[in-house]
């Protein structure tokens, strides 16, 4: 749900700015407005120092340390250094100065790398020729010359400018730098707490310093006037902290137009879903939390997607071992949750592993009789269960619009919105109650009679009290046509609930098959089933994981946000505080 807010205006002396927002740092509980870039030069500044000092911690951390630029030229040098250690080996010892001294007395030495194809075996017949190495594909020599003009063949390549004791004696030294500069990059990833804390120190720095420069200045710069947020659970405590401050303030509860930040409350369970509600974004003040539908239906579909019991017990090891790493730490309960939900449907679904665990003597009875069967009156069982449970979110989506409409609008303005919900939602309710044979043909008839004419009023003739009818009736013709097709679309989007998941199983069978065939007498034939399994089911666990986020996060910010008249066009919560080093 979305926490109300009181807003706070303060009016102090300027020269108490700093200490009245160091001190509301302390609190940690009231927002003030920031700037959303940087403002200056100061602030950039600032901004460009934390975005340098979190990068090097992060490939510190890593031990990465081919991000550091001396140490990458080493890399550089060192590759460099090896392959040219490598050209030399095939000259042989030379001495560079010896080869310069006779070319200073009029002979002249030819360097050659030719390939087999090209060189000619006379040449050694017609020219001083040495040949000094090769190997399967290259031939090295050197023709010895006092002609200047004398013809030679073709191909001839640069002399080498040092020996390869010379090389190996670089290269030594090289690899000695790397070494030296990589002692000195272990002895500074020693030091990441300290820098942490100034990591931590530079972002409350900034958070204060963006906060300052967002207040108005007042009577010729010697009064400050702030503009601040708080949870209005906190009312009692925040205004005895005022009230003894050397200040003065109003505080009034928040409006729509003050446009408040959107704090979230929600229980443990629902909080584990609030980061997807905010990769679409925070409710409006005068809105709905999402999240509470988003962690009961990306759930369920996210486990439909799946599947396979099987594959849930998978993701919850994975999502066990992520809290073993920092970086996904938080999203680790999130990951053990959707497998353990992944499980109980695949048990529905009677999948583990892509067999069908139906006719397993293990299985109790009592969830034998509540596995989804093969078939609902020659329909797939799954697919029949897909478009229910699609009929079910469009219908809660429905509700809620009406809900808030009414809330925000007034029965009165809200009509047209009952109108559709009635016809909709109150025709899904009769045409379910009416196959279960709770009702017979005449009351069914009946209902469906007085739905309708309720419905168009509100559609036709009263979606605005204030216009003239036949633009009414005009308007609610051009919002029939809309929501007719639309409805429909949004209803068939629910299939890819039943077509993932039916891939996924497809999948995973062709693998079982596979392994299967493979399998016969012999250790090596154990070897190629296993592994066919494990690599096998692996990629379709990755493939059917990846659909499984994707698609019904698609549904609830698509299908269920279009009919529920959801908005993310608030921004988040972010209280002035101190960074407390973990």
Request: proline share 3%.
């Amino acid at each position: 749900m979305i926490e109300k807010m009181t807003r706070y205006d303060f009016i102090l002396l300027s020269r108490d700015t700093d200490a009245f927002l160091g001190r509301l740092q302390e609190l940690g509980v009231v927002d003030i407005t920031r700037s959303v870039k940087a403002v200056d030069e100061k602030s950039a500044a600032m901004i460009a120092d934390i975005d340098s000092l979190r990068t090097r911690m992060a490939w510190l951390e890593k031990e990465d340390f081919s991000k550091d630029e001396r140490y990458a030229s080493l890399l550089s040098s060192i590759a460099s250094c090896e392959k040219e250690r490598e050209d030399l080996s095939h000259w042989g010892a030379f001495d560079p100065a010896a080869v310069q001294d006779l070319a200073s007395k009029g002979c002249t030495i030819h360097f050659y790398c030719l390939s087999r194809k090209k060189f000619d075996p006379a040449w050694e017949e017609q020219y001083p020729l040495e040949l000094i190495s090769e190997d399967a594909s290259r031939i090295w020599f050197v023709i010895v010359t006092t002609d200047p003009e004398a013809e030679l063949p073709s191909g001839e390549c640069e002399a080498p400018q040092i020996s390869a004791t010379q090389c190996d004696e670089r290269l030594s030294s090289l690899r000695g730098e790397l070494a030296a500069r990589g002692a000195e990059l272990m002895a500074e990833k020693a030091t990441l707490p300290q820098m942490r804390s100034r990591y931590e120190a530079l972002l409350s720095n900034l958070d204060i310093y963006l906060a300052g420069v967002a207040v108005q200045k007042a009577a010729e710069d010697t009064l400050t006037v702030v503009t601040g947020f708080a949870p209005s659970d906190q009312d009692e405590s925040l205004r005895a902290e005022f009230n003894a401050m050397d200040l003065y303030y109003v505080s009034e509860r928040a409006v729509v137009e003050d446009q408040p930040p959107i704090k979230l409350r929600n229980n443990r369970f629902v909080r584990m879903f609030e980061v997807l509600t905010d990769m679409y974004g925070r409710p409006a003040y005068d809105g709905f939390d999402p999240t509470p539908f988003i962690s009961i239906f990306f759930l369920l579909f996210f486990a439909m997607c799946m599947g396979d019991a099987g594959y849930g017990l998978v993701l919850m090891v994975v999502g066990l071992l992520l809290r073993k790493v920092k970086s996904f730490k938080s999203l680790a309960p999130l990951v053990v949750t959707l497998g353990a939900g992944t499980v109980v449907i695949g048990l529905l679904f009677h999948t583990f592993f892509s067999i069908d665990i139906s006719g397993w003597e293990i299985i109790p009875d009592a969830l034998k009789k509540i596995m989804v069967p093969a078939k609902v009156s020659t329909y797939d069982g799954t697919m029949v269960l897909a478009l229910i449970v699609g009929i079910v979110h469009l219908c809660l989506a429905m509700i809620v619009k009406t809900v808030y409409a009414t809330k925000n609008k007034g029965f009165l303005g809200s009509l047209s919105t009952w109108g559709w919900t009635l016809l909709i939602v109150g025709g899904v309710c009769v045409g379910a109650v009416s196959l279960m044979g709770v009702i017979d043909a005449e009351a069914t008839r009946i209902a469906i009679i007085v739905i309708g004419l309720l419905s168009a009023l509100g559609i036709f003739l009263l979606n605005n009290l204030h216009r003239n009818p036949l633009i009414n009736i005009g308007s609610g013709l051009w919002e029939t046509y809309n929501t007719a097709t639309g409805i429909l679309g949004d209803v068939l989007s629910y299939l890819r609930l039943y077509a993932l998941g039916l891939a996924g199983s497809m999948l995973g069978y062709a693998f079982n098959n596979l392994a299967t065939m493979a399998l016969g007498d012999g250790g090596a034939r154990w070897i190629a089933f296993i592994l066919i399994v494990l690599v096998g089911h692996t990629l379709n666990i990755a493939m059917a994981a990846l659909g499984a986020f994707v698609h019904p996060l698609r549904l609830n910010f698509l299908e269920f946000f279009k009919n529920s008249g959801y908005e993310g066009s608030g921004r988040n919560y972010h209280p002035l505080k101190k960074l407390v080093n973990n």
